[in-house]
């Protein structure tokens, strides 16, 4: 069993930049790949980002418009997400999940574990 847990949101202006961290102990001796996700209010859970378990293959959601990136350090069992430029919009629960397959999936459904989520503010 791996629990994440997400942190580093928060309340924000437009334009500001955020690093949300993902802390999963375990993630990189179990080889799990890991993604980031969000919800909205009254939104369905949206696919951000995910990364395969050694940080070399990431892939985005189009809703990132560019201006998120995922990374990972496997001595910190921790995943990232750095939002830059943010918008209203962006306003969520951001969640940190991850799969036991090796390389993250867009598809919710496909991880194992959830963090609890970190919430995100941007105001105008």
């Known amino acids: 069993q791996v629990q994440p847990v997400e942190s580093g949101g928060g309340p924000v202006k437009a334009g500001d930049s955020l690093r949300l961290s993902c802390v999963a102990p375990?993630?990189?001796?179990?080889?799990?790949?890991a993604g980031w996700f969000r919800q909205r209010p009254e939104k369905g859970r949206e696919f951000l980002a995910a990364?395969?378990?050694?940080?070399?293959?990431?892939h985005y959601g189009a809703s990132t418009k560019g201006r998120f990136t995922i990374s990972r350090d496997n001595t910190k069992d921790t995943i990232y997400l750095q939002m830059n430029d943010l918008e209203p919009e962006d306003t969520a629960i951001y969640y940190c999940?991850?799969?036991?397959?090796?390389?993250?999936?867009?598809?919710?459904?496909?991880?194992?574990?959830w963090g609890r989520g970190t919430q995100v503010s941007v105001s105008d």
């Open positions: 375990g993630s990189a001796d179990r080889m799990y790949g």
């Open positions: 990364i395969h378990w050694t940080g070399d293959s990431t």
């Open positions: 999940a991850l799969t036991t397959g090796a390389i993250g999936t867009r598809d919710p459904n496909l991880y194992r574990f």
